[in-house]
T-cell receptor, first 114, second 112 residues
Framework: DTEVTQTPKHLVMGMTNKKSLKCEQH?????MYWYKQKAKKPPELMFV???????INESVPSRFSPECPNSSLLNLHLHALQPEDSALYLC?????????????FGSGTQLSVL | GENVEQHPSTLSVQEGDSAVIKCTYS??????FPWYKQELGKGPQLIID?????GEKKDQRIAVTLNKTAKHFSLHITETQPEDSAVYFC???????????FGSGTRLLVRP
């Protein structure tokens, strides 16, 4: 099973709303990621959790707040977003294979900020 | 830091023909090169990968080649089918790094 599950698939929110994106994997992977992808662009790394600790934060605005409750779950809390934050948000998990991280992505949450 | 360039940005082929997508990387420390396929409305799917100690790897109709000296790697798809139509991303990373550097993507269209 190489599945990363993301919910919801679609989300529309206003600039004053608070919402959360959820991600789950049961592959025993110890690293989990949030990426942001704009249309016709490659994914951009936002956060990396390794062994449930925040390992990388790519200077993401504080209106995005990640949380890793346990090794299988990853959340992204959203607050006071801007229309330019509309994008596909991808979760990924990875396994270390001969020294390199092999990433597996979920299907993403398509977010629209009005 | 690492930079990955990918060409072409769009590629249109007739069903049954071959397709080749090329990438160039800049960091000599990069040693792992995965390729992802992204269909509309879905997340990127890992389709094949190669390490710097290998020159070529095949999996059915897809193959990847790596020229470490020239810092080039390429994806080859033979006998293309309409379901191969998607956006393909190359990427590079180094040992023990969580950062995957993506190319800009190639939109492949296979015409029936």
């Amino acid at each position: 099973d190489t599945e990363v599950t993301q919910t919801p698939k679609h989300l529309v929110m206003g600039m004053t709303n608070k919402k959360s994106l959820k991600c789950e994997q049961h592959m025993g992977h110890r690293a989990m990621y949030w990426y942001k992808q704009k249309a016709k662009k490659p994914p951009e790394l936002m956060f990396v959790y390794s062994y449930e600790k925040l390992s990388i934060n790519e200077s993401v605005p504080s209106r995005f707040s990640p949380e890793c409750p346990n090794s299988s779950l990853l959340n992204l809390h959203l607050h006071a977003l801007q229309p330019e934050d509309s994008a596909l948000y991808l979760c990924a998990s990875s396994q270390r294979d001969r020294g390199n991280e092999k990433l597996f992505f979920g299907s993403g949450t398509q977010l629209s900020v009005l | 830091g690492e930079n990955v360039e990918q060409h072409p940005s769009t590629l249109s082929v007739q069903e049954g023909d071959s397709a080749v997508i090329k990438c160039t990387y800049s960091d000599s420390a990069s040693n792992y090169f995965p390729w992802y396929k992204q269909e509309l409305g879905k997340g990127p799917q890992l389709i094949i990968d190669i390490r710097s100690n290998v020159g070529e790897k095949k999996d059915q109709r897809i193959a990847v080649t790596l020229n470490k000296t020239a810092k080039h790697f390429s994806l080859h798809i033979t006998e293309t089918q309409p379901e191969d139509s998607a956006v393909y991303f190359c990427a590079a990373s180094s040992r023990s790094s969580y950062k995957l550097i993506f190319g800009s993507g190639t939109r492949l269209l296979v015409r029936p």
